[in-house]
Nanobody, 119 residues
Framework: QVQLVESGGGLVQPGGSLRISCAASGFTFSTYAMRWYRQAPGKERELVAGISNIGGNTVYADSVKGRFTISRDNAKNTVYLQMNSLKPEDTAVYYC????????????WGQGTQVTVSS
């Protein structure tokens, strides 16, 4: 059974930091690219950051470059998102995504974790 379980969300003050995690099971984690998306109320889901299957390549949304860092530990089947200098506009539900494309395409989503940036 495939599972992506996010954790680490919560309430943080503007300028603060938070690290969220996504633990994967039920598939070969090291063969999947991983991404973090977020969705704020009334807005579409947007890509925040992505990392290749062995971690050699990363991509970031312009809005989080220099503040957020995506990383992964294939030995622990876990992907992380370190978020620094948080702003109120970072408030959203953050979702973990796993994707692999070969002959077929495989994609899985987590249930999301709430991040609220407020004083």
């Amino acid at each position: 059974q495939v599972q992506l379980v996010e954790s680490g969300g919560g309430l943080v003050q503007p300028g603060g930091s938070l690290r969220i995690s996504c633990a994967a099971s039920g598939f070969t984690f090291s063969t999947y690219a991983m991404r973090w998306y977020r969705q704020a109320p009334g807005k579409e889901r947007e890509l925040v950051a992505g990392i290749s299957n062995i971690g050699g390549n990363t991509v970031y949304a312009d809005s989080v470059k220099g503040r957020f860092t995506i990383s992964r530990d294939n030995a622990k089947n876990t992907v992380y998102l370190q978020m620094n200098s948080l702003k109120p506009e970072d408030t959203a539900v953050y979702y973990c995504n796993a994707r692999r494309r070969d002959i077929n395409e495989y994609e899985y989503w987590g249930q999301g974790t709430q991040v609220t940036v407020s004083s």
